[in-house]
């Protein structure tokens, strides 16, 4: 079964510094997301991006983030100026356009990768 | 913000024996939910969807049922086995409004051999 992939699992990062983290989602899906969850918190929605553009953020989704498709296959998240409260997993999802029962499909997550800043 | 909640932080059950894991949500206009499972390390993986014009959506050993008079949602895992050991989590969206989805805090679940 097709499935998104995330590098690297693991990133150790120093405060101030940036940060790009890598995504691969599955290979017929359009819409693409970043998530992250905080170690024993919810899973926080960050942005999705369709059509080569950001369809929507959070408020958490502020200026120092960015994403970016610079091909067709990866789509990155890249943290400008790394602060310690950056630390967390944080998953990426794609969705294909269309599924069984109509205009919803479920978002498919990589397994991750853990940012930790010092 | 959503508020998406989930009555019991941790369950625990025997082998063989069906599981009920439950989640609140607040906003009545939410018509999507989901439930994913998440294993220790791994990214959440969907385990079944429902639309708010249903409520009860059956797959393999899992049933969702929705209950929209009091936002209610559950998970009934049936024959629960050693594998089905991990955190549950809903989240629910507003179709029409955007692509964001509310999570919960999550259930962890627990099977006992």
């Known amino acids: 079964e097709p499935e998104v992939t995330q590098t690297p699992s693991h990133q150790v990062t120093q405060m101030g510094q940036e940060v790009i983290l890598r995504c691969v989602p599955i290979s017929n899906h359009l819409y693409f997301y970043w998530y992250r969850q905080i170690l024993g918190q919810k899973v926080e929605f960050l942005v999705s991006?369709?059509?080569?553009?950001?369809?929507?953020k959070s408020e958490i989704f502020d200026d120092q983030f960015s994403v970016e498709r610079p091909d067709g296959s990866n789509f990155t998240l890249k943290i400008r100026s790394t602060k310690l409260e950056d630390s967390a997993m944080y998953f990426c999802?794609?969705?294909?356009?269309?599924?069984?029962?109509?205009?919803?499909?479920?978002?498919?997550f990589g397994d991750g990768t853990r940012l930790s800043i010092l | 913000g959503e508020s998406v909640g989930l009555h019991l932080p941790t369950l625990s059950v025997q082998e063989g024996d069906n599981s009920i894991i439950n989640c609140a949500y607040s906003n009545s206009a939410s018509d999507y939910f989901i439930w994913y499972k998440q294993e220790s390390g791994k990214g959440p993986q969907f385990i079944i969807d429902i639309r708010s014009n249903m409520d009860k959506r059956q797959g393999q050993r899992v049933t969702v049922l929705l209950n929209k008079t009091v936002k209610h949602l559950s998970l009934q895992i049936a024959a629960t086995q050693p594998g089905d050991s991990a955190v549950y989590f809903c989240?629910?969206?507003?179709?029409?409004?955007?692509?964001?989805?509310?999570f919960g805090t999550g259930t962890s679940l627990t099977v006992i051999p």
């Open positions: 999802a794609s969705k294909g356009l269309y599924g069984q029962g109509g205009s919803n499909q479920p978002q498919h």
């Open positions: 991006f369709y059509n080569n553009e950001i369809s929507e």
């Open positions: 989240a629910e969206k507003v179709m029409s409004t955007g692509n964001q989805f509310y």
